[in-house]
């Protein structure tokens, strides 16, 4: 069972199936993605995998980005060895831009550090979730945030037809409070925020270029970074 990927939002088009139906399918570039950690139960009290994708020019990696991938030779390296602690193993790769772990719960357990996983891991996949990021839209009113329909663009309501209406409720002496409810549906911060498109259908798998076409959208801008596993939803 594959661990996961991360891979990069291309865009969107259309491709036909085999009945000759017209399909909305997203493209995704999808590794090859580089293991940079393992981790165990013993030392680090989770199963789990860390991987990598997109090489950082060195000049743009810190030491610590740089110290990750690779043996540098640190003071605190040295202290360690001379204590007689074993490293970690490295990757022996460029540092990466992009790193996120995969739980893996006891499966996986093959995979070594420095191994490459590619798209082809998806081989026997058919559905996958996509973890993106969506599209930040700063400030927004209660029209573009909820979906209100505002108020009636008739005589009487000047230049109030985009506001939320009333927000509190009234207090009367039958123990109704007049504050505002938490949880109300307001004008604030729109977007930004981390979102799961579950059970996507696998088109199609490029392996030569590593790109994964799914059926339908997925969160974020073109370009965007995004985490693609096996899904877990049944039916």
Same mark, same amino acid.
């Given at each position: 069972?594959? !661990? ?28 090859? *993605?580089? /293991? ?56 022996? *790769? ?35 979730? /996509? ?24 005589? %009487? !309501? ?9 927000? %509190? ?7 109704? *409070? ?32 590593? *790109? ?24």
């Amino acid at each position: 069972m594959p !661990v996961g990927l991360l891979g990069r939002k291309i865009g969107m088009t259309q491709v036909y199936d085999d009945q000759g139906n017209l399909q909305p399918v997203t493209v995704i570039e999808a590794g090859p *993605c580089t /293991v940079l950690q393992v981790r165990t139960p013993e030392r680090d009290g989770y199963e789990a995998v860390q991987l990598g994708f997109v090489d950082k020019p060195r000049r743009l990696a810190t030491r610590s980005e740089r110290g990750h991938v690779a043996a540098i030779g640190s003071k605190r390296a040295k202290r360690r060895a001379a204590g007689g602690l074993a490293a970690a193993p490295k990757p022996d *790769c460029e540092p990466q831009r992009w790193v996120r772990e995969f739980r893996t719960d006891g499966e996986n357990n093959e995979l070594q550090v420095g191994n490459k996983l590619t798209v082809e891991v998806f081989k026997e996949v058919t559905h996958v979730d /996509v973890i993106g990021t969506t599209k930040g839209r700063g400030f927004a009113g209660v029209m573009k945030r909820h979906n209100f329909h505002g108020l009636r663009a008739s005589h %009487g !309501v000047q230049r109030h037809h985009r506001a939320p209406g009333g927000i %509190g409720g009234h207090a009367t002496n039958r123990g109704f *409070c007049g504050r505002i409810k938490k949880g109300k549906r307001m004008a604030g911060r729109y977007g930004g925020t981390q979102a799961t498109i579950r059970n996507l259908k696998v088109v199609k798998l490029d392996e030569g270029s590593n *790109c994964m076409l799914v059926l339908g959208a997925i969160p974020g801008p073109n370009g965007g970074f995004v985490m693609i596993r096996k899904t877990n939803k049944l039916g």
